[in-house]
């Protein structure tokens, strides 16, 4: 009954070569997020998508892009690994519509540079 | 800036002990406060929000504009309450995005 499916768990991925985060949900909510977290520090937001208007962060590297193909779906691509990349990558949904709606996580990639 | 404190990265408490789990924040605006909590093996969810004013698994917490402060408080801990908690605040934007703290683990001992 996982609402918010993040794949895979865990990726590995060479210093410069793309790749791309998957999640899904059947919430049908209007909002997903992407969050990078690195070791020991806090969730931060890279970019959200209201429907199907894509909201970046100001500091987001350009190196991070993001595609929505519909409700259900979205996708994290990172053009050019670096080291630095190392992190746990988190997905959220919401409702949206309001400052005090609960967002739904998934259990997050965990993503490895080599 | 806006910004999550959460001061402390371990909180150590003996079963029955009260807990008190730190939160400071700075925001321009008015905030709308919220606990997350991680359980072990398990994702990110909410715990609790301040406009609920409620009370889940025994934790409440208060929103203190005066301190900019936003603790989370149990009277009596549990085992099971052991976890990492995050503080998060959204602010003007309707999209609903957090700002986090970086997080405390809590870990209630028998």
């Known amino acids: 009954d996982a609402m918010v499916i993040q794949n895979p768990r865990y990726q590995v991925t060479q210093f410069g070569k793309p790749v791309t985060l998957s999640c899904s949900q059947t919430l049908n909510h209007n909002v997903m997020y992407w969050y990078q977290q690195k070791s020991s520090q806090a969730p931060k937001l890279l970019f959200h998508y209201y429907d199907k208007d894509f909201n970046n962060e100001a500091d987001t590297p350009d190196n991070f892009q993001s595609r929505r193909p519909n409700t259900s779906f979205c996708f994290l691509d990172i053009r050019s690994p670096g080291l630095g990349d190392a992190a746990m990558y988190l997905c959220a949904t919401s409702r949206g519509g309001g400052r005090n709606t609960e967002a739904f996580f998934g259990q997050g990639t965990r993503l490895t540079v080599v | 800036a806006q910004r999550v404190t959460q001061p402390e990265k371990l909180l150590s408490v003996f079963k029955g002990a009260p807990v008190e789990l730190k939160c400071n924040y700075s925001y321009s605006g008015s905030p709308e406060l919220f606990w997350y909590v991680q359980y072990s093996r398990q994702r990110l969810q909410l715990l609790l929000r301040h406009i609920s004013r409620e009370s889940i698994k025994g934790f409440t917490a208060d929103l203190n504009k005066g301190e900019t402060s936003f603790h989370l408080k149990k009277p009596f801990a549990q085992e099971e309450d052991s976890a990492m908690y995050y503080c998060?605040?959204?602010?003007?934007?309707?999209?609903?995005?957090?700002?986090f703290g970086q997080g405390t683990t809590l870990q209630v001992k028998p």
């Open positions: 998060a605040l959204t602010g003007s934007s309707n999209t609903g995005k957090l700002i």
